[in-house]
């Protein structure tokens, strides 16, 4: 199979992660999602979302940072073609294919060959592959040519060209065993002892069989703490009946949805918190009946303020991160929210605005 045909193949088992430490990928491997563990970030609960899977927090039930893997659990319905583990041999010269979401572009595949198919690196093999995977792509799988997960995508070396490594399906294959022996959620693996550890077995994040300190069960433990403006923001989203988790982007950014608009919120580290609202686009046609609309539309409106960047409209609140309270946070959003959604219609049916399009994995 080529690639483009072994992508809209298995599409369906490409699954995107988000923390707010960044983005990831994963797939399905029968009950479980697969990825890795430096993408869930030592978090228990992580975002995901796919072609068949809207945004929703999944758990994470195993962690393990000596092979870098980790595997969600997330109800999803059955997939028509899913993905299996190879049994083959892998060789120099094999053609790959890696799928991820390089970046945050959503389901890109990339082709190359096996530079050599074992590769050392502290203690362990990697496939050393050609194929062009950038942040992003970690977690995801490296499929043979008959479409058979033969790798997980799992780091590169910096400023090299095309140089990624993938932890080869044996070892998947023998931590997918280990672990469902086990019959149980919430597992550690300890990278000392390379014993699989219940978590409520753990005391003060230290390994019960090696006594090793487990920096992954005090992540796991602590969470995801937002601090400062970062905290305020939050608790001024919660206060609006936003869900935090699933609106959050990064631990600065947070993208909320009102009927047909869309709400960026960006944290900048000059201390400028700015909220966009990107609207729709000017038409060809009556531009300076919009301009006045616009215009009159601004000395109406507080906090608040419509702009226009190239041909699109947006609706924005900007604030320096000291000035931001409470509640004038939540009044500023609130009208933020509700007013998107309202001038998005009325400029695309009063004055015939050019309703934006979105990447459909992008909703």
Known sequence: MNTQIILDTYVDNIIQIMTPYGSGTGFIIGDLIITNSHVVGGLKKVVISSKQIKRVIAQVIYDDPDYDLAFIDSRYEVIKNPLKLSTNLV?????????????????????????????????????????????????????????????????????????????????????????????????????????????????????????????????????????????????????????VTLSRRSQASWRVDQGSARVEINYYENGIIIGDSKLCRIPQENIEKIYDYLLSENEKLSYLQFSINENSIYLSYLIVDSSLTFDEGKIAFDRLFKLSDKYDEILINEFKAIKLKRDEEDE
């Open 91 to 243: 060789k120099n010269g094999d053609t790959v294919i890696a799928i991820g979401h390089p970046y945050g572009l959503n389901y890109t595949s990339t082709e190359g060959i096996v530079s050599k198919s074992s590769r050392l690196y502290e203690d362990l093999e990697y496939i050393q592959i050609d194929a062009a995977i950038n942040p992003g792509n970690s977690g995801g799988p490296l499929l043979n040519i008959y479409g058979e997960v033969i790798g997980v995508n799992t780091f590169i070396i910096q400023n090299a060209n095309n140089l990624g490594f993938a932890l080869p399906y044996f070892y998947v294959q023998e931590t997918l065993e280990n672990f469902k022996k086990l019959d149980a959620r919430n597992i550690i693996k300890c990278p000392s002892c390379k014993n699989l550890i219940k978590e409520q077995e753990i005391k003060n994040d230290y390994c019960p069989q090696c006594g090793t300190k487990l920096e992954v069960a005090k992540q796991r433990r602590k969470g995801y703490i937002p601090t400062g403006a970062t905290k305020l923001m939050e608790e001024i989203l919660d206060s609006l009946g936003v869900n």
